[in-house]
């Protein structure tokens, strides 16, 4: 089966790519390795949620924040080089903007990880790191990004 194939049999649906807020693009390619820049939960172009985790925004929200984000991020790699070229993740970087205390971003990044693991299967496994912030672009709670291996 194809990753698009796998995403359709999800009722998974890649948004549009979000328009860069600054000089930068969504996505750049070395050799086999796709990098994204960082998305935040975007959707339909709008900011879905702003605050910091274990403050204004629950962890279970932001568990779920991340989880559109990590799509952010694939739409990005489809759009720069097609879902079904990637051959496997290799490694997720989840951003989260934390209340004083609040120490439980590998719970909040783990919406990033298990929709990759969902999609990808095995090929999904991948290296992590989830970092507390004092803030975010936009105020939002959680930013990833992500690189994949490609063919």
Known sequence: MTWSGRLAELG???PSVPKPAGA???AVR???LVYTAGQVPLVDGAVAATGKVGGEISPEEAKGHARTCALNALAAVHDLVGIDSVVRVVKVVGFVASAEGFTGQPTVVNGASELLGEVFGEQGAHARSAVGVAELPLG???E???IVEVR
Do not use: A, C, H
Request: overall charge negative.
């Open 12 to 14: 998974i649906e890649l």
């Open 24 to 26: 930068y693009v969504p």
């Open 30 to 32: 070395t050799g086999s």
């Open 140 to 142: 939002v709670p959680v």
């Open 144 to 146: 990833v990004e992500l």
